[in-house]
């Protein structure tokens, strides 16, 4: 499995950006998925955007063209750049990765988008 370290959030005025940074304890390229999730008040946890160790990303529909994924290979660390933020984005935002079948996830970071 992989330990991870998340950093990043806050809050941000509607319109805002933010960038959610997730460090695994091992290379990347033996990670098979890692990526974001975030969980709303009172909602299940939901995936936003996750990338394969071959590159394939995915992205949450009401994301698409607003959140971008990306992976600095030499710092095992994935990236996620939010732009045009939402109220309705507020969450607590999880890494996570897939190591040999086993998930695991981050500690979360709360990301808020209020005037």
């Known amino acids: 499995q992989a330990q991870l370290v998340e950093s990043g959030g806050g809050l941000v005025q509607p319109g805002g950006s933010l960038s959610l940074s997730c460090a695994a304890s091992?290379?990347?390229?033996?990670?098979?998925?890692m990526g974001w999730y975030c969980q709303a008040p009172g909602k299940q946890r939901e995936l936003v955007a996750v990338m394969y160790n071959d590159g394939r990303t995915i992205y949450a529909d009401s994301v698409k063209g607003r959140f971008t994924i990306s992976r600095d290979t030499a710092k095992n660390t994935v990236t996620l750049q939010m732009n045009s933020l939402k109220p309705e984005d507020t969450a607590v935002y999880y890494c996570?990765?897939?190591?040999?079948?086993?998930?695991?996830w981050g500690q979360g970071t709360q990301v808020t988008v209020s005037s």
């Open positions: 091992r290379s990347i390229f033996t990670i098979y998925r």
């Open positions: 996570h990765a897939v190591v040999d079948g086993t998930l695991s």
